[in-house]
C-alpha cells in the first residue's frame, strides 16, 4: 500500500471509528477464512415515503490497518446519504474490487458489507427490534499478509 | 462508576500520548511518570467495579490529540483530570477516592509548571533520525508502526482485563509480564512514530477481544501471533545490517524478547488446561 499524506490521515484520525449506542442497525462483514471482521453502527433519519438517511454512522475493525483505512473513507463517504445512494455506494465498492489482488479487496469487500448488513438491520430492525446483528461473510479470499519489510524493501532499492 | 473508568481511561492515554510529543527530557519523564499514575489509577477504578460486580468494556471516546504546542495538550489534560475528580463522587472507597484525588491535585500542580515546547510528532516527515529510507520503505515502516503500535496497546487491554479477572497467582504474574513487555513495545514504537511525524493514538479495541471464552485457545493463538513478529524482527534486523547498526540492533533485541514471552504463554496455557482439568 502506497502512503500519502491523506492515507496518513486515514491510519492516524480515521474517520467514525467507534461503538454508536442505540444503533438504528448493526451489521458485520466477515472473513470465515480468518476470523477478522468489520462491525458498522448505524442511526439514521426516516421521512414519510423517502428512503432511509444515514444520520450517524460509526465502525469497529478487528482486522488489519487496511481494513482501518477502507472503514475511515467508505464510512465518510456513506454519512448523512440516503440507503438507495449507499446501495449504490456498496455495489460501485465491490465492483471496483473486480480487478485487485484478492487479499487487498477482501478489507475494501469487509466494510461494503458491512454497510450493507447494517442497512437490512435497520429494515429487520423497524419489525423486529429484537433481532441481532445482521452478518454477512464476505467472497474474496484474505490470507493475512506479512506486513512488508521496510528495511528490506531500502537495501534492495540501493544495491 | 462506568464513567469514571472511561475518564480514566482517555486522561491515561492521552497523557501517555503527551509524552512521546514531547522532547525536552524533564517534560518527558514528568508526563511518562504521570500517565503511569493514571494508568494504575485505572487498574484500581476496575477493581473496584470488579468487586461491586458492574458490568464494564474497555470502550472510550477517540482521543484527539494533534497539537502544535505541548501547552495545548497539556491544558487539555488538565480539562480531563478536572472531570475526573468530578466523577469521582461514584467512587465508594474512601481511601481510593482521597488517594486519586491528591493525585490529581499534584499533578495539575506541576503541569502548571512544565515550560512549552513546539510538538513535531504530527509534522508527517517520515524520516526517524539520519537513517535514509526509500520511498516504498518508508511506507512499509509507517504501517508497521501503526500495526504494532495499536497490537500492543491491544495486548496490554487483553492481558489487563485477564488479569483483572484471574485469582490464580501463576497466571497473574504471567499476564503481568506480559503488560510490561507491551508497555515497553508501545513506548519504542510511539516514540518512532512520534520522532517520524505519525503519531497517532491506538483505535478503540473490541470486547469480544478481551472478554475471552477460552484462555488456552486465546494463549495457543497469541503464541502463533509472537512467532510472526519474531519473524518479522529477524527479517528487519537482517534487512538493515548494513544500513543502520542501530535498528538492526533494536530488531534483534524485541526479537529476542518475543522468545520469553512465547515460553510464559506456553506455560500458562499449560498451566490453564491443567486446573481446568483438576476442576
Same mark, same amino acid.
Given at each position: =500500500?502506497?502512503?500519502?499524506?491523506?492515507?496518513?490521515?486515514? =491510519?492516524?484520525?480515521?474517520?467514525?471509528?467507534?461503538?454508536?449506542?442505540?444503533?438504528?442497525?448493526?451489521?458485520?462483514?466477515? $472473513?470465515?477464512?480468518?476470523?477478522?471482521?468489520?462491525?458498522? #453502527?448505524?442511526?439514521?433519519e426516516?421521512?414519510?415515503?423517502?428512503?432511509?438517511?444515514?444520520?450517524?454512522?460509526?465502525?469497529?475493525?478487528?482486522? @488489519?490497518?487496511?481494513?482501518?483505512?477502507?472503514?475511515?473513507?467508505?464510512?465518510?463517504e456513506? +454519512?448523512?446519504?440516503?440507503?438507495?445512494?449507499?446501495?449504490?455506494?456498496?455495489?460501485?465498492?465491490?465492483?471496483?474490487?473486480?480487478?485487485?489482488?484478492?487479499?487487498?479487496?477482501?478489507? !475494501?469487500?469487509?466494510?461494503?458489507?458491512?454497510?450493507?448488513?447494517?442497512?437490512?438491520? %435497520?429494515?429487520?430492525?423497524? &419489525?423486529?427490534?429484537?433481532?441481532?446483528?445482521?452478518?454477512?461473510?464476505?467472497?474474496?479470499? @484474505?490470507?493475512?499478509?506479512?506486513?512488508?519489510?521496510?528495511?528490506?524493501?531500502?537495501?534492495?532499492?540501493?544495491? | 462508576?462506568?464513567?469514571?473508568?472511561?475518564?480514566t481511561?482517555?486522561?491515561?492515554?492521552?497523557?501517555?500520548?503527551?509524552?512521546?510529543?514531547?522532547?525536552?527530557?524533564? $517534560?518527558?519523564?514528568?508526563?511518562?511518570?504521570?500517565?503511569?499514575?493514571?494508568?494504575?489509577h485505572?487498574?484500581?477504578? +476496575?477493581?473496584?467495579?470488579?468487586?461491586?460486580?458492574?458490568? #464494564?468494556?474497555?470502550?472510550? $471516546?477517540?482521543?484527539?490529540?494533534?497539537?502544535?504546542?505541548?501547552?495545548?495538550?497539556?491544558?487539555?489534560?488538565?480539562?480531563?483530570?478536572?472531570e475526573?475528580?468530578?466523577?469521582?463522587?461514584? @467512587?465508594?472507597?474512601?481511601?481510593?477516592?482521597?488517594?486519586?484525588?491528591?493525585?490529581?491535585?499534584?499533578?495539575?500542580?506541576?503541569?502548571?509548571?512544565l515550560?512549552?515546547?513546539?510538538?513535531?510528532?504530527?509534522?508527517m516527515?517520515?524520516?526517524?533520525?539520519?537513517?535514509?529510507?526509500?520511498?516504498?520503505?518508508?511506507?512499509?515502516?509507517?504501517?508497521?508502526?501503526?500495526?504494532?503500535? #495499536?497490537?500492543?496497546?491491544?495486548?496490554?487491554?487483553?492481558?489487563n #482485563?485477564?488479569?483483572?479477572?484471574?485469582?490464580d497467582?501463576?497466571?497473574?504474574?504471567?499476564?503481568?509480564?506480559?503488560?510490561?513487555?507491551?508497555?515497553?513495545?508501545?513506548? !519504542?514504537? %510511539?516514540?518512532?512514530?512520534?520522532?517520524?511525524?505519525?503519531?497517532?493514538?491506538?483505535?478503540?479495541i473490541? &470486547?469480544?477481544?478481551?472478554?475471552?471464552?477460552?484462555?488456552?485457545?486465546f494463549?495457543?493463538?497469541?503464541?502463533?501471533?509472537?512467532?510472526?513478529?519474531?519473524?518479522q524482527?529477524?527479517?528487519?534486523?537482517?534487512?538493515?545490517?548494513?544500513?543502520? &547498526?542501530?535498528?538492526?540492533?533494536?530488531?534483534?533485541?524485541? $526479537?529476542?524478547?518475543?522468545?520469553?514471552?512465547?515460553?510464559?504463554?506456553?506455560?500458562?496455557?499449560?498451566?490453564?488446561?491443567?486446573?481446568r482439568?483438576?476442576?
Amino acid at each position: =500500500m502506497e502512503v500519502d499524506r491523506e492515507l496518513l490521515e486515514h =491510519m492516524a484520525n480515521p474517520h467514525n471509528y467507534g461503538l454508536l449506542e442505540d444503533a438504528d442497525g448493526i451489521g458485520i462483514g466477515e $472473513n470465515p477464512q480468518n476470523g477478522e471482521k468489520v462491525i458498522v #453502527y448505524l442511526k439514521i433519519e426516516e421521512e414519510e415515503g423517502k428512503s432511509p438517511k444515514i444520520e450517524q454512522i460509526r465502525f469497529q475493525a478487528i482486522a @488489519c490497518m487496511t481494513t482501518v483505512v477502507a472503514g475511515s473513507i467508505i464510512t465518510h463517504e456513506a +454519512e448523512g446519504i440516503d440507503f438507495e445512494t449507499a446501495e449504490d455506494l456498496v455495489a460501485v465498492t465491490l465492483g471496483m474490487l473486480e480487478n485487485v489482488p484478492p487479499e487487498e479487496a477482501a478489507c !475494501s469487500e469487509m466494510v461494503a458489507v458491512a454497510l450493507k448488513a447494517a442497512m437490512d438491520s %435497520c429494515i429487520e430492525r423497524k &419489525e423486529h427490534p429484537e433481532r441481532p446483528a445482521v452478518v454477512y461473510k464476505i467472497e474474496q479470499s @484474505c490470507t493475512p499478509q506479512p506486513v512488508p519489510n521496510p528495511l528490506e524493501t531500502s537495501k534492495e532499492q540501493s544495491s | 462508576m462506568k464513567e469514571l473508568l472511561i475518564t480514566t481511561h482517555e486522561l491515561w492515554l492521552e497523557t501517555l500520548m503527551a509524552s512521546f510529543m514531547a522532547r525536552q527530557t524533564e $517534560n518527558k519523564r514528568t508526563l511518562d511518570e504521570f500517565s503511569d499514575i493514571l494508568w494504575r489509577h485505572f487498574t484500581w477504578i +476496575e477493581h473496584e467495579l470488579i468487586e461491586r460486580g458492574i458490568e #464494564y468494556d474497555y470502550n472510550r $471516546n477517540t482521543i484527539p490529540i494533534k497539537v502544535e504546542r505541548l501547552s495545548v495538550i497539556v491544558a487539555d489534560i488538565v480539562r480531563r483530570m478536572n472531570e475526573m475528580e468530578m466523577r469521582l463522587i461514584q @467512587c465508594d472507597d474512601a481511601a481510593l477516592r482521597d488517594r486519586i484525588r491528591t493525585d490529581l491535585e499534584y499533578m495539575r500542580f506541576a503541569l502548571g509548571k512544565l515550560p512549552d515546547e513546539p510538538v513535531e510528532a504530527f509534522s508527517m516527515k517520515r524520516r526517524y533520525r539520519e537513517i535514509d529510507l526509500g520511498k516504498e520503505a518508508t511506507d512499509a515502516l509507517t504501517l508497521f508502526l501503526f500495526e504494532e503500535s #495499536y497490537k500492543e496497546y491491544e495486548l496490554i487491554m487483553i492481558y489487563n #482485563y485477564l488479569k483483572a479477572h484471574s485469582d490464580d497467582a501463576f497466571l497473574i504474574r504471567v499476564f503481568q509480564i506480559l503488560i510490561d513487555e507491551s508497555f515497553f513495545h508501545l513506548r !519504542s514504537f %510511539c516514540e518512532m512514530m512520534a520522532e517520524m511525524g505519525i503519531l497517532g493514538v491506538p483505535r478503540v479495541i473490541h &470486547e469480544s477481544l478481551y472478554k475471552v471464552s477460552d484462555i488456552e485457545k486465546f494463549l495457543l493463538d497469541g503464541i502463533e501471533e509472537e512467532i510472526a513478529a519474531k519473524d518479522q524482527c529477524r527479517e528487519l534486523s537482517a534487512a538493515v545490517a548494513s544500513e543502520s &547498526e542501530e535498528l538492526a540492533k533494536f530488531f534483534d533485541f524485541i $526479537n529476542y524478547q518475543e522468545n520469553y514471552h512465547i515460553e510464559l504463554m506456553r506455560e500458562a496455557a499449560a498451566h490453564y488446561a491443567e486446573s481446568r482439568r483438576d476442576g
